[in-house]
Structures are given as structure tokens and as C-alpha cells.
């Protein structure tokens, strides 16, 4: 039986174990291969990489520094998860996990995409999804913020930091946005777009959004649509989620079900990776002392 179960081999997956196998730990990962850390093109936010690094070779350094210890990794899907007595029993496509400890670190997906279509302009940074990791990259671009939700003058306003030549694409009801809101875009200089459809066209010149059949060329787009939590095996469980459906956990990263761990943008908090890799060692150095010892 193993000691712990990762489900999920992003940044958090990966830092869990190798926390875990210096601990001597049984420890497996199994990863789908759905980790949002690889469509980033350069991450200068996370400490360590002067010149930045990409998504996908960070997550290739953290599978070097893993793979001198006895970890196997697996590719692979958890179709379910259940709990027996003492232990959980993870099914997935090629069989069944015996593990005493799970750590969810299966992220989330983003809402209102066509990731497969806008997959190139992701990784090419035409086309960004985090405006905290990357808007430093999007000074004095022309910049549009495209949204639907109460929190789009929000978004737009945190990017106003990095470029006077914004635009907010409001998609939704044309009284979607109060007075109040539009003073706070009128303030700070903020174009106003509003539609009731909208499509995020990406080609060769760079990202275009159609509003209401009318297109406008931008140098960066921020569609703003929000995640999906990836809590289903937890929610089966038990867990108890926030009101986004983000996993709540205590200050050792155990969710409300008693051996079921949680790290990284599952987890109600801040999405960040330098977060994620926190949450897996707060979560490794937990489930070490509350194991039995392993001599």
C-alpha cells in the first residue's frame, strides 16, 4: 500500500513528492497530462530563474530533480476515488490504487475556451490568462480584458498598472454594468466595449475579438471567463468546497475529509505556482509526521 497518492503532476504534484520520497515515502503520481503550468510561455515570477522559464521546462526540471528517487510516475486517469476504513482506493483506467494519504493536485481548467484553438496563441503570449504572472509583459500594449462576469472592472483596473491603451470587452446584457462601474472605467481611462456575442479570433497578426460581428485588433487579450475547479474525486468524497468550488482546506492542506490532502489552484486561495509549490510542502511535511513511521 502505498503511503500517498498524488493525483495530478503539476508544479504542486511534483514538489509533493519529492518532499515525500526524502521522507522515504511510498509515493506514486499519476498525472493525466492536463497541467496549465505547460502552456505558459515564460514565467518570471517564480523565483530561482533570473531569465524566466517556461511552463513546460519547468515542469521537466521538477521531474529531473524527482527522478533519482524511487517515485513512480504514472501516466494515467483517477476515474474515482473511495474511501475503505483507513485507506482510500483509487480507480482508474488500468486498475486500483491502495493509498493511506491522497493529495489532490489536479488544478483547474478554464471556463468559456476553446483551449485547442487558442492553445498557439496561449504559448505565444498573444493570448494570456493570468494578469498577476504576466502583466508586467503587457506594458503600454493595446491591451483588451474580455469578461462577462461582476468582476471584470476589476480585472481591467488591475491591468490599468501596466498600460494606458485598455479596453474592457463587456459581454452580456447592455445594462450589465452599473454607474458606479462605468465611472470607475471612465476615471481611469479605460475603452469601453460592450456586446452580446463575442469570438476571440487568433491568426498570424495577433488577437482579434468580434463583438457583435465587429472586430478589434489587439496586441494582448485577457479572456477573463473564469475556472472550473478539477474537485470532482474530492467532491464524491465529501469535501467541502468554497463558493467557486475550490477545495477548503485547513493549515495543513487536509481538506474536510479525514487523509485527503489538496495543493495548488484546486485549493481556495491565490492561484500562483510559487503558492502551489507552498501548499505541497506544507501538505508532504503533514502527511510524513501523521503516517506511521517508515522503519
Known amino acids: 500500500m502505498l503511503d500517498c497518492l498524488i493525483i495530478g503532476g503539476g508544479p ?6 519529492i518532499y515525500l520520497a526524502r521522507f522515504r515515502r511510498q ?3 499519476i498525472d493525466d497530462g492536463q497541467s496549465r503550468t505547460s502552456l505558459i510561455p515564460v514565467s518570471h515570477n517564480f523565483p ?3 531569465q524566466g522559464v517556461t511552463g513546460d521546462g519547468l515542469l521537466r526540471r521538477l521531474r529531473e530533480q524527482l527522478a533519482p528517487y524511487e517515485v513512480h510516475c504514472r501516466e494515467g486517469r483517477v476515474e474515482a476515488l473511495e474511501r475503505a476504513g483507513d485507506r482510500f482506493i483509487a480507480r482508474t483506467t488500468e486498475g486500483t490504487i491502495d493509498a493511506r494519504t491522497v493529495l489532490l493536485a489536479t488544478g483547474i481548467t478554464d471556463a468559456g475556451l476553446d483551449m485547442a484553438r487558442l492553445e498557439p496563441a496561449i504559448r505565444a503570449g498573444t493570448v494570456r490568462l493570468c494578469p498577476v504572472c504576466d502583466g508586467f509583459e503587457a506594458i503600454d500594449k493595446q491591451v483588451a480584458v474580455v469578461a462577462r462576469s461582476d468582476h471584470a472592472v476589476g480585472h481591467a483596473l488591475f491591468l490599468r498598472t501596466y498600460t494606458g491603451h485598455l479596453t474592457l470587452v ?3 446584457k447592455p445594462d450589465g454594468l452599473d454607474d458606479a462601474a462605468r465611472g470607475q472605467l471612465a476615471d481611469a481611462g479605460i475603452q469601453l466595449i460592450e456586446g452580446v456575442t463575442i469570438d476571440l479570433e487568433v491568426d498570424g497578426t495577433g488577437p482579434c475579438v468580434a463583438v457583435d460581428g465587429v472586430r478589434h485588433g489587439f496586441d494582448t487579450v485577457y479572456p477573463m471567463f473564469g475556472c472550473r475547479p478539477r474537485a470532482g474525486l474530492a467532491e464524491t468524497l465529501g469535501a467541502k468546497r468554497d463558493d467557486k468550488g475550490e477545495l477548503i482546506v ?3 492542506q487536509e481538506t474536510t475529509v479525514p487523509g485527503l490532502f489538496a495543493a495548488g489552484d484546486v485549493v481556495s486561495g491565490l492561484n500562483q505556482i510559487s503558492v502551489a509549490c507552498g501548499h505541497a510542502a506544507i501538505a508532504a511535511c503533514h502527511i510524513h509526521h501523521e503516517l506511521p513511521r517508515a522503519w
Do not use: I, N, S
Request: charged share 0%; proline share 6%.
Open 250 to 252: 485547513g493549515a495543513y
Open 27 to 29: 509515493v506514486m503520481v
Open 170 to 172: 463587456h459581454v452580456g
Open 12 to 17: 504542486a504534484g511534483l514538489t509533493a513528492a
Open 48 to 50: 530561482g530563474f533570473p
